[in-house]
């Protein structure tokens, strides 16, 4: 059982035990249209144990997933809670787990997925929270977040200033862009590294020696060796890019899957192991060994597509967000990982034209590459990308996170800093400080923030003078 899996029961078990309570708040559905009165409720979690009377609080900002009470209970944010007699509160974002403004997610009913609409849920929400739940109209709020949900506690902080006093973004991307190469130069170095240079070497052989016998139409030499449930159509791009794109996500779920370095050393240990004068075989023993249990392997472009179909909020698949989460990436924040880059090991076939024909498939005809384009360009001059206008600010990044080449990775002012902790993943910085466990780096990054997040409560603090 993996640690996401162990901090996710363990959040349950703290809502079951009555430390965390689980609330709602009606919103409406579309903040910006008079006519549209329809509201929907939005569910969040809240713990108090440690608050006091007119204490701060503290909001972990929801992100493109179901809420995740683990944080709440546990982690560097709680701990910092405690110290300074926070309340804790975390929101689920609207289209995620049982917070539905619609009844499904066909296209017409994904307006209300944007940016905006969520950023005024929020606005709405800690209004409410400060005047009612808490009672406090003055109470100072930081906010935490990771991830998407990081994306949008910086943008929340830019936008509704007299609402927030600071905030601890971790992994978050700022930038928005059409595409991302250095997702997979990210992960390309990260093997080389932390693997070996003949691992890298054989996966990069590999991939040029997919994409020529695709070239040379051998399209039933790769069917074979990988076990593909349908022939591989060499004559469709979108078949090809499918497969290839697959076989990279194997390399990349091995590497990020448990979010250490140790996993990377392990994988190419196994890919090594195989190493002959056909690097394409030795990936394909590799790559064997992870679907050995199968009858035979869905690589096609349907099967890649089909996540992104259903549109009922009870299936799996829109529990997990998939549908959602490509939404989101298709109106407005691109960020999609393509092969432009020649310092990776995926070839050069993944690009932008895979990308706008699932998202053209998923919801239409009207999204394009152009289209994508505008709306990231336009999220970049509103929010300001990677140079942001914005204070009382710490953004972290693990060096090793595919995605921080989206990321603010130089401090933007004295008062909105950013830290990146070497050999790290995505949001390395979110559990407690582990004197034992934690780098000197990682430990840094966490006191940096917990000192940060005290200078923004006492910012303008004035004390009681008693006279003699």
Not at 27 to 36: A, I, Q
Not at 104 to 123: G, R
């Amino acid at each position: 059982m993996n640690s996401r899996v162990l901090f996710l029961l363990a959040g349950l078990l703290a809502v079951a035990s009555g430390v965390v309570r689980e609330d709602w708040f009606e919103t409406r559905v579309d903040h910006f249209n008079p006519r549209n009165q329809y509201t929907f409720s939005m569910r969040y979690y809240a713990n108090d144990e440690h608050a006091y009377r007119n204490g701060p609080i503290f909001v972990i900002v929801g992100g493109d997933t179901a809420i995740d009470p683990w944080y709440l209970t546990e982690g560097l944010f709680y701990d910092v809670a405690y110290l300074e007699g926070a309340y804790l509160f975390a929101n689920e974002h609207r289209y995620f787990g049982h917070s539905l403004p619609v009844s499904d997610a066909t296209t017409e009913n994904m307006d209300f997925l944007t940016v905006d609409q969520a950023l005024a849920d929020l606005a709405e929400w800690i209004s409410y929270l400060k005047t009612t739940v808490v009672g406090n109209p003055r109470a100072k709020v930081v906010l935490l977040g990771y991830g998407y949900g990081g994306t949008l506690a910086n943008y929340f902080h830019q936008s509704y200033p007299h609402l927030s006093n600071g905030v601890w973004v971790s992994s978050g991307p700022a930038e928005a862009s059409l595409t991302l190469p250095s997702f997979f130069e990210v992960l390309g170095e990260n093997i080389r590294t932390h693997g070996s240079s003949d691992c890298y070497n054989t996966i990069f052989s590999g991939f040029l020696v997919a994409q020529n016998l695709i070239a040379l139409g051998q399209g039933d030499v790769l069917t074979e060796l990988f076990h593909l449930c349908e022939p591989l159509d060499t004559e469709n791009p979108l078949e090809t890019t499918a497969f290839l794109l697959g076989l990279q996500m194997d390399i990349q779920r091995d590497i990020l899957f448990y979010q250490n370095t140790a996993s990377t050393s392990y994988m190419c240990e196994q890919i090594d192991a195989n190493s002959t004068d056909n690097s394409l075989h030795a990936l394909k023993l590799w790559f064997a060994r992870g679907h050995q249990f199968e009858e035979c392997v869905k690589l096609s472009f349907s099967d890649f597509l089909a996540p992104f179909l259903d549109t009922d909020f009870n299936t799996d698949q829109l529990q997990s967000g998939n549908r959602q989460r490509l939404y989101i990436q298709c109106t407005s924040r691109g960020l999609f990982p393509t092969t432009d880059s020649r310092y990776q090991p995926f070839g050069s076939q993944i690009t932008i034209d895979f990308y706008v024909e699932i998202c053209r498939e998923a919801f239409g005809d009207w999204i394009d590459e152009d289209f994508i384009r505008r709306r990231t360009q336009s999220m970049n001059v509103r929010f300001g990308g990677r140079r942001p206008r914005i204070e009382n600010a710490h953004f972290t990044h693990g060096g090793l996170d595919p995605k921080i080449g989206s990321g603010i990775l130089e401090n933007v002012s004295d008062s909105a800093i950013a830290t990146i902790i070497p050999d790290t993943f995505s949001s390395p910085d979110l559990g407690s400080i582990d004197e034992e466990l934690d780098s000197p780096e990682l430990i840094a990054a966490k006191e940096l923030t917990r000192t940060l997040i005290d200078t923004w409560i006492f910012k303008d603090f004035e004390p009681i003078h008693v006279e003699a």
